[in-house]
């Protein structure tokens, strides 16, 4: 098992890139080549699941290109063992699909696993 300390301080530089909107660049430098995504529902634009960090830095690209985020609230990092959990809440107005021009406020938990010092598993859980 990853040192408590490893997984604090990869949770930590999640937390602060994401605070900085800087999710794609969270995803390129701390996630493994082969980590997977988990949402908890597909969406028409996207599966629930997607495996490679290629793919998953494409997902967040996606993100930021078709929503203006107006607030972002982030808690955390919280560690476990070999995971970390992060609570987000966005305010945000889509740009496209179903919801355009409709500002929404979510929330959501993602659960991320560590090993060897990189993100492996992100799991996201929120209502609909």
């Given amino acids: 098992m990853e040192a408590a300390m490893d997984i604090l301080e990869v949770g930590k530089k ?34 629930a699941e997607m495996k490679g960090r290629d793919a998953i830095v494409g997902k967040n690209e996606w993100w930021v290109k078709n929503n203006e985020v107006h607030q972002v609230n982030i808690k955390g990092p919280f560690p476990h063992g070999d995971r970390f959990a992060v609570f987000f809440e966005y305010d945000f107005t889509a740009k496209a699909g179903p919801m355009t021009g409709k500002r929404t406020h979510f929330e959501e938990v993602g659960l991320y696993t560590v090993k060897n010092g990189k993100v492996v598993r992100e799991e996201f859980f929120y209502k609909m």
């Fill in 14 to 47: 999640l937390v602060d890139l994401c605070r900085q909107e800087k999710n794609v660049e969270a995803v390129k430098t701390l996630f493994s080549p082969e980590a997977v995504s988990l949402e908890a529902q597909a969406g028409p634009e996207m599966p």
